[in-house]
């Protein structure tokens, strides 16, 4: 549920910075959208990633087999912390913004 709140939020800032820039040509709120947009995928995706290993982990030994589809899920899905910039270049751009 967080994450589909903070998604929504992300969406209505682009919306939000798309229109502004597209009227008066004012890119001045790209820098915030870009650190914000960068933190939340590090975030989401890591936090994603250990959920998938935590229930696997509930589940003990059958977490393993084939059939729980916990090793199909998290192969799939494992990537996705490098996908569209590794999350550790991410934060450190938030990181940077941050502290400007």
């Known amino acids: 549920f ?4 903070t998604s ?15 009227k008066k040509g004012d890119f001045s709120a790209l820098p915030e959208l870009h650190a914000t947009s960068s933190g939340l995928k590090a975030y989401c995706s890591w936090a994603t990633k250990d959920a998938i290993e935590l229930c696997r982990l509930c589940c003990g030994g059958h977490g393993f087999m084939q059939i729980a589809g916990f090793g199909t899920t998290f192969g799939n899905y494992a990537p996705n912390a490098t996908y569209e910039g590794d999350n550790n270049v991410l934060c450190l751009q938030t990181a940077r913004f941050l502290l400007k």
């Not at 967080?2 to 709140?5: G, I, K, T």
């Open 8 to 22: 929504d939020f992300m969406r209505r800032m682009y919306f939000r910075y798309e229109k502004v820039s597209t």
């Open 2 to 5: 967080a994450f589909h709140c």
